[in-house]
């Protein structure tokens, strides 16, 4: 089981609370690192 929890900036400025828990070998602590900075370029609103 692996987890990263936290807040991120987006590329527009907005703030986002996210968690994301995975239970897989796949999803180690760098799979999950990489989702979250997919999150903080995503400009989404």
């Known amino acids: ?3 990263l ?5 987006d ?4 703030t986002f609370a996210f ?4 239970n897989s070998p796949a999803a180690s602590g760098h799979a999950l690192d990489t989702l979250a ?3 903080s370029r ?4």
């Open 1 to 3: 089981m692996s987890t």
């Open 5 to 9: 929890a936290g807040t991120i900036r």
């Open 11 to 14: 590329r527009d400025g907005h």
């Open 19 to 22: 968690a994301f828990m995975a």
């Open 37 to 39: 900075a997919a999150l």
């Open 42 to 45: 995503c400009g989404c609103t």
